[in-house]
């Protein structure tokens, strides 16, 4: 069975740090691209990042450019975001998600967590 | 950045019903185009990509449809499993952006 659990999220003050970790299981990480989503809770969906099977290829949203950086230990089933100079705008739940290809072809997200919840405080 | 526009924002249905919810992106995204299901206090769940293709394991009674700029999400006949949340997203061009969604109510 695929399994994603976050963790990390926690309240941290403007313009701190903050690394979420997502582990994987029940699926060979090293064959699919990953993604991290967000979500302001009871609103919309935003893409963040998205990082290839083999970290060949990255990508981030333009809100989050400069400041976040994905990665990720395929030995260690493990991705990672670590989110730096922490803005309030970036308070929402993060989903960590599984992408149905490689990283080669436009993204689908198949499976997702539950999501860890990132409050930042002003 | 590709703006994804859905309508309606909301609609009223029965158990049994036809429904149609339509996604508009803001430029020609060829048939990149991915529908989510989201229920309340869950994580989206894949329903449809590429536009047109069913996911394993979703029933058949979901389908996609539509290329370009304007996409489709029809639910044949309404279940009461059905009466929440769904999200466009487009996979064209990074950032992969989301349709503000679209909430099916009783």
């Known amino acids: 069975e695929v399994q994603l659990v976050e963790s990390g999220g926690a309240l941290v003050q403007l313009g701190r740090s903050l690394r979420l970790s997502c582990a994987a299981s029940g699926f060979n990480l090293d064959d699919y691209a990953m993604h991290w989503v967000r979500q302001i809770p009871g609103k919309g969906l935003e893409w963040v990042s998205g990082?290839?099977?083999?970290?060949?290829?990255?990508g981030y949203a333009d809100s989050v450019k400069g400041r976040f950086t994905i990665s990720r230990d395929n030995a260690k089933n493990s991705l990672f975001l670590q989110m730096n100079s922490l803005r309030p705008e970036d308070t929402a739940l993060y989903y960590c998600?599984?992408?149905?290809?490689?990283?080669?072809?436009?993204?689908?997200?198949?499976?997702w967590g539950q999501g860890t919840l990132v409050t930042v405080s002003s | 950045d590709i703006q994804m526009t859905q309508t309606p924002s909301s609609l009223s249905a029965s158990v049994g019903d036809r429904v149609t919810v339509t996604c508009r992106a803001s430029?020609?995204?060829?048939?990149?185009l991915n529908w989510y299901q989201q229920k309340s206090g869950k994580a989206p769940k894949l329903l449809i990509y590429a536009a047109s293709n069913l996911q394993s394991g979703v029933p058949s009674r979901f389908s996609g449809s539509g290329s370009g700029t304007e996409f489709t999400l029809t639910i044949s006949s309404l279940q009461p499993e059905d009466f929440t949340t769904y999200f466009c997203?487009?996979?064209?061009?990074?950032?992969?952006?989301f349709g503000q969604g679209t909430r099916v109510e009783i």
């Open positions: 990082i290839s099977w083999n970290s060949g290829s990255i």
């Open positions: 430029q020609s995204i060829n048939f990149f």
């Open positions: 998600a599984k992408d149905i290809y490689s990283g080669s072809q436009p993204p689908s997200l198949d499976y």
């Open positions: 997203q487009q996979s064209y061009s990074n950032p992969y952006t």
